[in-house]
Nanobody, 124 residues
Framework: QVQLVQSGGGLVQAGGSLRLSCEASGRTFSTYVMGWFRQAPGKEREFVAAIRWRYTMTYYANSVRGRLTISRDNAKSTVYLQMNSLKPEDTAVYYC?????????????????WGQGTQVTVSS
């Protein structure tokens, strides 16, 4: 089992920045990929970004590339999502997730473990 606890998020004006954190505990040695997803009201959950634990390999959705940055601190078992130049369309509940199914970052069904979700609201 892997437990994921999220922190961060909140309300920010367009153009502002926020940072989300996701601390993993439990059988983290079995986790290959950490991802961030988001779900806006009335929409399906969508992929945002992913990173591998052991290698410097990242992947982003086109809609966030260049504005959002995923990173990790292996010593703290924590993954971050730095969000800059935020737009109102970034408003959503953001979830971190863990996968042990190899490097298929966009495959939501690969992610077995999920954080509790955190609200990000960007006002115009």
């Amino acid at each position: 089992q892997v437990q994921l606890v999220q922190s961060g998020g909140g309300l920010v004006q367009a153009g502002g920045s926020l940072r989300l954190s996701c601390e993993a505990s439990g059988r983290t040695f079995s986790t290959y990929v950490m991802g961030w997803f988001r779900q806006a009201p009335g929409k399906e959950r969508e992929f945002v970004a992913a990173i591998r634990w052991r290698y410097t390999m990242t992947y982003y959705a086109n809609s966030v590339r260049g504005r959002l940055t995923i990173s990790r601190d292996n010593a703290k078992s924590t993954v971050y999502l730095q969000m800059n130049s935020l737009k109102p369309e970034d408003t959503a509940v953001y979830y971190c997730a863990a996968s042990s199914n190899g490097w298929r970052p966009r495959e939501i069904d690969d992610y077995s473990y999920w954080g509790q979700g955190t609200q990000v609201t960007v006002s115009s």
